[in-house]
């Protein structure tokens, strides 16, 4: 995968992006020219074989929004980002390594769910390494997915304890569409306002 921002970021959401790349294993970070559109980067990406695009959007200088694209056909997935936490602002933060992670979904249920939660399976190797065990967590409740990291530290043979790595974030799916990033495309799915107040579960 690819991560890349938006056009003339700040330090902070470099930062962020830095954390990502911890986060999906294979994933690579490559500095966005400030005359490359999201339709380059996919032609760019494509013909190199990368499976997915992230791009991290700023607004004011702050991170508010993941555009996550599958190549080459669809679908895309626009989040809005908030409650953004990055390593060294959690308190008794662990470190992170190399290993990769296992991946851990909570409340992925319904028709839309699966589809996001196949897609989040599918940027993470089904080879999580034992040694320097890492767990990635996405939790979704009440339409809004949490996602947090930790590792173990084995106090003795037969104790461990979880320690927060970071970052820290929070996603809400606002749209899905079936094409890679066509504002024309059709859309699978569209957050409705009104859907707040609704007493049904329309998502994940």
């Not at 339709?39 to 791009?55: A, M, P």
């Not at 992925?108 to 996001?116: D, E, V």
């Not at 940027?123 to 173990?152: C, K, M, S, W």
Request: net charge positive.
């Amino acid at each position: 995968m690819l991560i890349t921002t938006s056009k003339r970021p700040s330090k902070f959401t470099y930062e962020f992006a830095s954390e990502l790349i911890d986060i999906f294993p294979n994933s690579q970070f490559v500095k966005r020219g400030s005359k490359f559109s999201i339709k380059q980067i996919i032609g760019f990406c494509t013909n190199r074989d990368y499976t997915d695009v992230l791009v991290v959007n700023e607004d004011k200088k702050v991170p508010y929004a993941i555009t996550l694209i599958h190549l080459p056909d669809g679908p895309t997935a626009y989040f809005k980002l908030t409650s953004i936490k990055l390593n060294h602002e959690i308190q008794g933060h662990g470190r992170s390594s190399c290993h990769k992670p296992e991946l851990i979904l909570n409340n992925f249920n319904t028709r839309l769910g699966h589809t996001i939660g196949r897609w989040l399976q599918a940027l993470f190797p089904h080879v999580p390494e034992f040694q320097g065990r890492q767990v990635a967590t996405f939790h979704n409740q009440r339409d809004f997915i949490f996602f947090r990291r930790h590792r173990y530290v084995f106090k003795s043979k037969d104790k461990a304890e979880l320690q927060e790595i970071g970052p820290r974030f929070t996603l809400k799916l606002k749209w899905l569409q079936r094409g890679a990033f066509d504002k024309d495309g059709e859309y699978e799915w569209m957050f409705k306002p009104d859907l707040e107040t609704s007493r049904r579960r329309f998502f994940l």
